[in-house]
RNA sequence: GGGCUUGUAGCUCAGGUGGUUAGAGCGCUACACUGAUAAUGUAGAGGUCCGUGGUUCGAGUCCACGCAGGCCCA
């Protein structure tokens, strides 16, 4: 006879090994996705890890999140491959090197060799595999790590070598310029890395300039004119005046207020109207002029009088036109117009933000978008260049300061008296213009490149871009179509990055990285773009044949250096060059769907079956990484999103809110957490405290509670289930006993439980993990232990196995076994246990695995929303009878003779009457009365609907609530007779009130001890009579001689035989009158009485004391 | 600085479309129960629903402006 198994003490860590080593064992995994062969795929892509450093407790997050819907989706049927992946490139590996090497980049290429360098990547981004690995199977997250795709694979680049090659094809790849910090001294563009080197920043005095941009005279402009004399001029403050002569377009905040103040200027004392932030105009102006006559105004004089005249918004600023400031070079297109700026600030300044876009990336970004030039000259070779050469020096074209350094570059100096910046110079030639309209040193910080110590330039250097605006409105349109989780991150986050899209800058002046298959003549005029290895290797060949490149070159690494060492031939037959840079590593991961199959060079059929995907979840910092990347390569290569459903999951804190971190130590570690409570705990308490898209505060005691609180109870369930099933020799073999002969609460739990079926079900097809585990805990924490158990205990252990202890056998094994189906993609580890031990004993499923089986049905019939409604109700008035007990101090093993129950209505009456047994059993109370209006004797209370009677009264409200609460009980009465009441308002103003429009409740029955909740009313009777009295005493020495079993180490199914020694008459009669009572629940064959039991086992029962043997030996064996 | 997001009991969180007495679990206190027992029940204490205005007869809920935390971007 095969038994279900009984634990004594659950280790759940153990457990998570053991169920691991079965899945292991049997290949259940596989075998979850090659049983759903041929059935309608559920696309998953894995966002792929960097194992550089070691696994954080949030991955266990972000992986289980992963994992439930991959599993939910397989018990609905559908096949669903996981292939893992590893993201191997980018910066962090690089610089991890580098420190372990102690090298800096400017090291690669002299102390050490590009190839040694990118060796030492490779085996550096691998390092924590194993742990990786490790923890992954561990946490029970279900994934193909055998067969991984790799980023750093000769067949992934070439995959992004091919998609970059069509975009190339499709004119969306093209070199431009991005603004980045730059040393003139050097000649070399500086990484933000770089310039957070120590020291970088550095307190420097600038000659800054205020200087005014004057407003052009035309038809748009004029609101900003009040005759047609005045000067008026946007003011805007600069700490690099030598980037004025590239000034095209002025910026200012949307929101920000604005105002035109009438005085003069300082150095000209010409009269002009300014225009400038209104919060800033105290810092240009003393207050003491404010009260002068600005007519009154003679040049010379000390205190410049000025006078506020207008206020604008910055939004009605957009696009006025002004006069070039320093007309050296004139734009291609239209320029020189007012943007909105969303960096635009009042904190210094003037609130007015002049924009020169070759030299600033706020104001390069914000020029693009506006449609404004910048300012260029052409080289020698007839290149576009800006105002300023890369050695730092104006051109000739601005003939003033042609040839002169915008900061001192070439060491002059500067404490010699002739000595003037040429922000200097600039400024002095602005106030004889009359165009500043102030200048002052300003000293703030400034970052200087580390190796030459002197300050960067924000300059224009080449950069390939991929031109994603050209698909921007489609972006748009198709992320319309994606189920963001949750919403908000689509439609706000991502939604607004696509609305402010730029094109991304794919390149990276880097050396660990899929270099960028471009190869380009010197003067730049042919260029080639490099689909495959094949066309590659095609190239070299015609190459080595014209003598351009030697030959022998074997390409068996596509990374640096030896792609740089490759030379091909162009049209005219001139030798081309790789473009030096790497492409961004977003693109990497973003190429995923097609480069993990090795597509477009092979493997269509797969990549067309797995594209789009169903489904992808990754932390919200991944918003404009990988969930950018993939919907702008989807869009432009496919014309259609990268997946439906995407899932945007929040930070894991540590329990203070603090971001965890190993210098900080709050970091927790996820292997203890799993190696001291078990993966499923960990899992569990992390879906169901907060929604994935929120932050989880991680905090171990609440792992331990999710561990005690749902676990233990499922586990104690369980127990109580197998400990009984497993005497009774229950199967679960033959037919399942129909529900209409099983009991009230067996269809109840039954309907509960389908209720939870669908539930859980509609909400993991929501992508809602969390309402999901919420709706199972509650389930068997509520519903299943603390309400069907404990009512139903006696039917598992008492009397002969009939039908009706079957039917409690069968519905409660059905639960557990939903249970086990329903939670197991959550608690895949202990689902797994209960499932195989219910049905390694039952049989009733032929799978080997919960993993393997099918998603519950859910049987619409068996739901009972009557039932349901009823047994809550027999709930409350168990509450309110306990509550009522507990205030008379009266235990619920006195039994009591009977409660009232007021009814207003006949349907309350017939539910509270279906659950009439369970009641009873429930607070130990013979009978239960229910007494109605024709008694008489109800109080009754009232209280106005609100809701209803604010529709129809409205701001009468307030009148109509009070004369509903001064209605009394002949009022009610009168209501409920005739369905109408006539209620006084105001002395002209009545109105009817019909029974709808109040809630009428029981509250009270004259003479009775009540207890109430919501609408619900119960009363009880204390009276305890003789007969009650001795049945009291009866369970009390049920209870008493349970113990002593219990302590005796009796088994359950023991049979016993009991002696009394004679007590108190109350006591001998209620032994008496109860013997066969007593016998049958203490399993005893005999009870008999003695005069005096001097080895006896003395008993408290209140007031009174008796003397007990129990023998267990004598006729034990039943 | 901008975008997004969060703010409800000591802690973790619920609170469709506004309805007057804001809930649960944990923790705390007391009492009870006892063949699920390292479980359970009942009761109690504990709230300026982040603040300020507004809309409304009525706001935890809607609107505006703030404050504080978080993420991303600059």
Not at 87 to 98: I, K, Y
Not at 212 to 221: A, L, P, S
Request: with cysteine.
């Amino acid at each position: 006879m095969v038994k279900y198994n009984e634990y004594k003490n659950l280790n759940y860590a153990k457990l998570g090994e053991e169920i691991l080593a079965f899945w292991k064992q049997n290949g259940i995994f596989e075998k979850s996705v090659a049983t759903r062969e041929g059935n309608k795929p559920f696309v998953f892509y894995e966002g792929p890890p960097s194992a550089n450093g070691t696994p954080g407790i949030h991955h266990v997050m972000a992986r289980a999140v992963k994992d439930i819907f991959c599993r939910y989706k397989t018990l609905k049927g559908y096949q669903v491959n996981r292939k893992g992946g590893w993201d191997t490139h980018g910066l962090p590996v690089e610089l991890q090197v580098e420190k372990e090497l102690g090298i800096t980049k400017e090291d690669i290429g002299k102390k050490i060799t590009v190839e040694e360098y990118n060796q030492r990547c490779r085996e550096t981004v691998m390092r924590f595999k194993n742990q990786w690995d490790d923890l992954t199977e561990k946490m029970g997250y279900w994934v193909d790590l055998d067969n991984p795709y790799i980023t750093f694979e000769n067949d992934y680049i070439e995959s992004c070598w091919a998609l970059l090659k069509r975009l190339y094809d499709m004119g969306y790849l093209y070199k431009g310029y991005t603004i980045q910090p730059y040393s003139p001294g050097a000649g070399t563009g500086l990484s933000s890395h770089e310039l957070n080197q120590p020291g970088c920043y550095k307190m420097v005095k600038d000659t800054t300039i205020v200087a005014q941009f004057e407003v052009k005279r035309i038809t748009r402009n004029m609101f900003l004119f009040d005759n047609e004399n005045e000067k008026v001029c946007f003011l805007a403050w600069t700490t690099t005046p030598w980037t004025l002569p590239s000034n095209t377009a002025l910026a200012v905040g949307k929101g920000i207020k604005y105002v035109k103040v009438k005085t003069y200027n300082p150095y000209t004392f010409e009269p002009v109207s300014v225009i400038l932030a209104k919060d800033l105009v105290s810092r240009y102006f003393n207050p003491k002029a404010a009260d002068l006559d600005v007519e009154a105004y003679s040049p010379g004089d000390r205190l410049i009088p000025y006078k506020v005249v207008e206020e604008f918004e910055g939004r009605d600023l957009e696009g006025v036109e002004f006069h070039q400031l320093m007309p050296y070079v004139q734009p291609e297109k239209p320029a020189f117009r007012v943007l909105i700026g969303d960096f635009v600030t009042t904190e210094d300044g003037t609130g007015i933000v002049h924009i020169a876009p070759t030299f600033g990336s706020d104001d390069f970004r914000v020029a693009a978008q506006n449609d404004i030039p910048a300012l260029l000259v052409q080289d020698e070779n007839g290149k576009p260049m800006p105002l300023v050469d890369k050695q730092g020096r104006f051109v000739p074209q601005v003939t003033d300061f042609a040839g002169q350094y915008v900061k001192n570059y070439t060491g002059e100096d500067e404490t010699h008296v002739e000595y003037k910046t040429t922000d200097v110079k600039i400024a002095i030639m602005l106030k004889e213009q009359g165009k500043a309209f102030k200048v002052e040193k300003y000293e703030h910080t400034y970052p200087h490149c580390w190796r030459t110590d002197k300050p960067v330039l924000y300059y224009p250097l080449d950069s390939w871009f991929i031109k994603t605006t050209a698909v921007k409105e489609r972006m748009i349109e198709l992320n319309k179509t994606i189920n963001w989780k949750p919403e908000s991150t689509g439609t706000g986050r991502f939604g607004n990055w696509l609305e402010n899209l730029v094109d991304w800058n794919l390149s990276r002046s880097r050396y660990w990285g899929t270099p960028l298959p471009i190869w380009r003549t010197e003067d730049g005029d042919e260029e080639i773009c490099i689909g495959s290895i094949e066309q590659l290797n095609k190239e070299i060949a015609k190459a080595v044949d014209a003598g351009v490149m030697e030959a022998g070159i074997e390409l068996n690494d596509l990374h640096r250096p030896y792609v740089d060492n490759i030379v091909l031939l162009s049209k005219s037959g001139k030798p081309m060059h790789r473009e030096p840079d790497l492409i961004d590593v977003w693109f990497d991961s973003g190429a995923m769907p097609y480069a993990q199959w090795h597509y477009p060079l092979e493997n269509k059929e797969i990549f067309e079956k797995n594209f789009p995907a169903d489904y992808i979840a990754e932390g919200v910092d991944q918003t404009r990484g990988w969930f950018f990347t993939l919907h702008a390569l989807a869009v432009m290569l496919e014309d259609s999103v990268a997946y439906k459903n995407v899932i945007a999951n929040g930070l894991v804190l540590d329990k203070n809110g603090n971001k965890m971190s190993k210098r900080l130590g709050n970091a927790i570690d996820p292997f203890e957490m799993i190696g001291q409570y078990g993966p499923d705990a960990v899992r569990w308490y992390m879906i169901a405290n907060a929604p994935p898209w929120d932050n989880l505060k991680f905090n171990p005691e609440g792992v331990v509670e999710t561990q005690r609180r749902f676990f233990g109870t499922l586990q104690n369930t369980y127990s109580f289930f197998a400990l009984y099933a497993n005497l009774d020799n229950f199967t679960f073999e033959g037919d399942e006993i129909p529900l209409k002969r099983r009991t009230e609460s067996d269809r109840w739990i039954i309907s509960k439980l389908n209720t939870l079926v669908q539930d859980v079900d509609s909400n993991l097809a929501d992508y809602d993990p969390t309402r999901a585990a919420r709706a199972i805990q509650d389930f068997v924490v509520d519903d299943l232990s603390n309400w069907y158990v404990r009512l139903n205990r006696k039917r598992f252990w008492k009397g002969e196995y009939n039908e009706d202890k079957v039917a409690a056998y069968q519905t409660l094994y059905t639960c557990l076994e939903t249970i086990a189906k329903l939670a197991s993609p959550i608690a895949p580890f202990y689902t797994e246990q209960l499932f195989r031990d219910l049905n390694s004993v039952s049989g009733r499923n032929s799978v080997e695995s919960v993993h393997l089986a099918d998603y519950p049905e859910v049987a619409e019939g068996a739901i009972d929303k009557d039932l349901e409604e009823r047994m809550q109700l027999a709930q409350t008035v168990s509450s309110l009878v306990h509550s009522l007990r507990k205030k008379h101090m009266i235990k619920v093993r006195q039994p009591l003779q009977r409660i009232l129950i007021p009814v207003l209505n006949e349907k309350t009456k017939e539910q509270v009457q279906a659950v009439e047994d369970l009641i009873m059993s429930e607070v130990n109370v013979k009978t239960i009365e229910y007494i109605d209006d024709t008694s008489g004797i109800l109080v009754k209370k009232i209280k106005p609907n609100f809701k209803k009677l604010g529709q129809v009264f409205g701001p009468k409200m307030k009148l109509v609530a009070a004369a509903v609460q001064k209605m009394g009980q002949e009022d009610i009465a009168t209501l409920e007779r005739e369905g109408g009441f006539n209620i006084q308002l105001a002395e002209d103003d009545t109105a009817v009130l019909t029974p709808e429009d109040v809630e009428i409740t029981s509250e009270d029955i004259p003479g009775w001890l009540v207890a109430s909740e919501g609408r619900l009313t119960v009363a009880l009777d204390i009276t305890i009579t003789e007969e009650l009295k001795q049945e009291g005493i009866a369970r009390d020495l049920v209870n008493r001689i349970q113990n002593l079993r219990k302590d005796s180490n009796l088994e359950v199914q023991d049979k016993i035989n009991i002696t009394f020694a004679k007590a108190a008459p109350e006591v001998n009669a209620a032994i008496e009158n109860y013997q066969d009572y007593i016998a049958t629940e203490t399993q005893a064959f005999s009870i008999s009485f003695a005069d005096e039991l001097p080895n006896g086992t003395l008993l408290d029962i209140d007031e009174y004391q008796v003397y007990i043997l129990i023998d267990a030996k004598a006729g034990a064996t039943a």
